[in-house]
């Protein structure tokens, strides 16, 4: 005979298994490099209220060896197979995944703000040291924690935590209203798209009753009738939100201006890690939660990569090589037309299956790589030409002919034309992607912008071994004849200008990455045919 106090002990023991139930493991492991950078972030934060002006620069290394100690903690996780902080309840939905598609973009974001970080050591003295630091690696914790989350709400959140402080980033150069300016205008522009996308998010979830993405997508086959025009527009919405963080046309009007105004290796970290950001939460959403909309998304990706594409080969050609940092904005708008390209096998994913997405990453490991080697030599060549004209390039080789021959290899590489082995594979394997799909309107498109996009590669790859014209070879031979009188009056001519070590190591490591990936591009191109999910 069952008693009162048998009844009351099997009812706290069935809710003692009942709250163990919900407890959530965390593997620690799988969530180190986006923690690592984060706790870094605030180490760096702390410490710059003890260390003294002179000693300032340490920050920064102490911001490269956290950023090295994140990838290295990728090591571990290369088999892609981890999951935590899953759902207990009858479902094994997770929030967080390191698979191998979230290792491949954490490589490349982590990557890119080292090479950023570089970048910034030497260009830091008259910003406020501390702040940069602690913005730069939050903003790299954002971008590593997004490519592993598998629901909308950490998907949204991460997406903030890498935009937010790039705002503050862009806008960081005390008493310049160009930089002030160009972050207005990024943060206006960024907070209208995430008010869209949000609205996106709630009507998804409205319609599915979930957040997390692989039970979105099998939920969106079966939504009731009532529901369908809500799923349809939450659908659109969100796809709307990742299109401005991609820079894609008709959402890509901030992005010369925002690079233009913020610090060079601000603009760099943008045109590669912050494209980075937006393309993983594009490929998450569409891939994993948004599969059976695939006929309302191909299309429009498919258009609006045509769009993208050729926009910013277009703009790209209108450059002035005359006009004040027009060497910055011809990448601004590159960086635009390269979105075009990105695009592609994403809308092809909708036709022939998420093996496509593939693609997209090989070109995205590439693209980051001689991307952030071009702006490491416009980092250099600005030191000497604060203009940063297309023109301040003319006959770089004659003063600096290391410099020129990296900077004319980088271009070849995004033009697709050997030595840049690896930018023409690249482009190959995107172009096939839009024939298997059976988008053959789209891949004729992104030949004719390939041949556009030469001419202007070409000009400024030619210009670095080109003498100047007429006017300026007078010019400098009066320049000449002023500094020998100079010499005569027993002076010292002024001693080169030597680049800063970590800016001389960005560069290197960006060239022999180049060279090694044009001798083996399969190291990359492997990811083309593999389903990384």
């Known amino acids: 005979m069952t008693t009162a106090a048998d009844s009351t002990t099997g009812l706290v023991q069935t809710a003692a298994d009942t709250t163990t139930s919900l407890v959530q493991s965390v593997d620690w492991l799988a969530i180190a490099p986006p923690l690592t950078v984060a706790a870094v972030a605030l180490v760096v934060l702390v410490a710059d209220l003890f260390v003294p002006k002179e000693r300032k620069p340490l920050l920064g290394y102490g911001a490269v060896a956290g950023l090295v100690a994140a990838l290295a903690l990728l090591l571990p996780l290369r088999d892609g197979d981890r999951s935590t902080f ?5 479902s094994h939905a997770c929030s967080y995944t390191a698979d191998h598609f979230t290792l491949v973009i954490q490589l490349l974001v982590l990557g890119g703000a080292l090479l950023t970080a570089l970048l910034s050591i030497g260009d830091t003295r008259k910003l406020p040291a501390g702040e940069f630091w602690f913005l730069l690696l939050s903003s790299a914790a954002g971008a590593a924690l997004l490519p592993a989350a598998r629901d909308l709400a950490t998907l949204v959140v991460a997406l903030e935590v890498a935009s937010l402080p790039a705002f503050a980033l862009v806008g960081i150069k005390r008493g310049d209203r160009r930089s002030s300016e160009a972050a207005l205008k990024f943060f206006l522009s960024s907070v209208v798209a995430t008010a869209v996308m949000l609205l996106g998010v709630s009507f998804v979830y409205a319609a599915t009753g979930t957040l997390h993405l692989t039970e979105i997508a099998g939920r969106l086959d079966d939504v009731p009738g009532q ?13 709307v939100g990742f299109a401005f963080k991609t ?3 008709p959402f890509h009007f901030w992005v010369p201006d925002t690079y233009v105004g913020a610090p060079l290796p601000i603009a760099a970290y943008l045109s590669v890690v912050g494209k980075a950001v937006g393309f993983s939460g594009l490929i998450l959403v569409t891939v994993v939660a948004f599969p059976s909309y695939a006929d309302v ?3 429009a990706l498919a258009v609006l990569a045509a769009l993208t594409m050729t926009v910013g080969n277009v703009a790209a050609l209108r450059q002035s090589a005359t006009r004040a940092r027009s060497a910055v904005r011809l990448l601004a708008w590159s960086s635009v037309a390269q979105a075009g390209y990105l695009l592609v096998p994403i809308a092809a994913a909708a036709y022939a299956g998420d093996r496509q997405i593939g693609s997209t990453v090989a070109y995205a490991l590439m693209y980051a790589v001689v991307n952030l080697g071009a702006f490491a ?7 000497t030409s604060p203009g940063n004209r297309l023109a301040d390039y003319r006959n770089l080789y004659a003063t600096r002919p290391l410099a020129a021959l990296t900077l004319g290899f980088f271009l070849l590489c995004l033009a697709g034309l050997p030595p840049g082995i690896i930018g023409l594979f690249a482009k190959v394997t995107v172009f096939s992607s839009a024939v298997d ?12 912008n390939v041949v556009i996009a030469l001419y202007y590669y070409l000009q400024w790859t030619a210009a670095l071994f080109r003498g100047p014209a007429e006017d300026e070879a007078r010019d400098a031979a009066e320049d000449a004849e002023d500094r020998t009188a100079q010499d005569s009056t027993g002076r010292r001519p002024a001693a080169p200008h030597r680049a800063p070590a970590p800016l001389t190591a960005a560069i290197v490591i960006t060239a022999v990455a180049g060279l090694a990936l044009s001798g083996a591009p399969q190291a990359v191109l492997r990811f083309a045919g593999v389903n990384l999910f």
């Not at 899953?86 to 009858?90: D, E, I, K, N, V």
């Not at 030599?377 to 030191?383: C, E, I, K, N, T």
């Open 297 to 299: 998304w191909g299309p």
């Open 227 to 239: 529901l369908a025009t809500l799923a349809e527009a939450g659908v659109a919405l969100t796809l």
């Open 377 to 383: 030599v416009a980092a250099l060549v600005a030191r």
């Open 86 to 90: 899953c759902l207990t309840t009858g």
């Open 247 to 249: 820079a894609a046309a």
């Open 437 to 448: 799909a059976g988008l053959g309107w789209l891949a004729v498109v992104m030949a004719v």
